[in-house]
């Protein structure tokens, strides 16, 4: 590794040994890059549940290394660092973003703080891996992306599915024709619990107590209260700061819809649903019906907290063939679950055509972006796909709110209530 070498270099200078007379030379890289060997510096801003798993998954790529966590709660600025014991940690992200030897930032806080950890981790000239759904709205997607455009920084959302081979296969078939004109897709999503345990409800630690977290930070602008534990721990049950499962579940398949078809933003949005399964406080819902409208094609999405016989799926149905995604769903025969993605080709018009299933490997979605750090490439996730699957959410959440059919221009134009 390159490190501060003592004598003011810093490691963004690269050292050639010259093959003759053993002579250093030292060149300053102003456009930041990395060389293809130099160890990556990362810090993460909120290592809760999720932040957790990226680091597990960051420690398992070469030559990056964590080297700070910012995180509002004791516990977890704690327990961030097993996975960099040199950590340095902070409870004001800001802080972090002060750090000079640090190339790249982990964004996995809730999501009403995105936007916030997204532009100041822009501004403060980091390359940036950021989680789904890129924005709490949808003026903040608008600003985000367009500091993203304006900036050099490598930046990848946390939707991870734009990594995998079935992506890619589902891609390409579509592409090649195999699919024929698609008019119609449909998507679905199931999960179900004990009864009395409502979907994402966790427990309240005994300290999480108004010393123990920077709640201030938490509220980030947010109208100020008492501190409330429940709320800081299950955000997602709360409109001010989640975009309930739309925003938590249905923008992975969405984006992965979108990217295979290579849609536009849509031009209007229905949601219908409710809180139905556990009148557990919560205010966003547990039962949703979205349809999206994109040009000549409708793309639905359902999804319910109270029974999972069906996993989750997306079905994209062509004049020309069916390609069909499945995960967690129950073979009615085998009781077995599986994952796969699977082309079948419509007789009446492809006769010659038969099934194909889907066989590229998933690359990693954390090492794609820390490759990315280093080549200065676009990563697999990048802004534009964030921005227009936050778009599609929001506008979903939009119109469940709103109780009405909400176009794209209405979306724009909408005053998002914060609270129900
Ligand atoms: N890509 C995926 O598959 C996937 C899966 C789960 C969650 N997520 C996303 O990850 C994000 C986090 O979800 P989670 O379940 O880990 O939530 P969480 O509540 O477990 O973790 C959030 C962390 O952020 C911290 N935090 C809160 N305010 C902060 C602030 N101002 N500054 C710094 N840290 C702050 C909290 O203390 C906590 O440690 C969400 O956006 C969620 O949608 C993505």
Known sequence: MLNNSGNGSTRREFV???????????????????????????????????GTDLLQQLSHVPNAELVAIADAYSRNREAGKRFGDRAQTFDDHRRLLDLKDLDAVIVATPLHLHAQHFLDTLAAEKDLYCEKTMTWSIPEAEECLAAAKKSDRVVQIGLQHESSGALADAKKWIAEGMAGKVTQVNAW???????????????????CTEHNVNWKAFLNGRPEREFDPYKFINWRLFWEFSGGNVTENMVHQMAWIMSALDLPLPSSAYMSGGVFSEKDGREVPDTIAVTLDFPEMVVTWESTFSNSRYGLGEHILGSDGTIEHVAGATDMVSGRSEEITRYFPEKINRAGGSALTSNTKDQDHMANWIDCVRSRKSPNAPVEIGYRSAIAAHMANLAYRQKQRVTLEMARAAQVPIAS
């Open 16 to 50: 050639k040994q010259a093959a003759l007379g053993g002579a250093v030379i030292l060149a300053s890289s102003t456009a930041k890059a990395l060389g293809a060997n130099d160890r990556v510096r990362v810090g993460i801003i909120g290592a809760g549940a999720r």
């Open 189 to 207: 999503m199931s999960r179900n619990t004990p009864r009395g345990k409502g979907q994402w409800v966790r427990p309240v630690p005994a300290d």
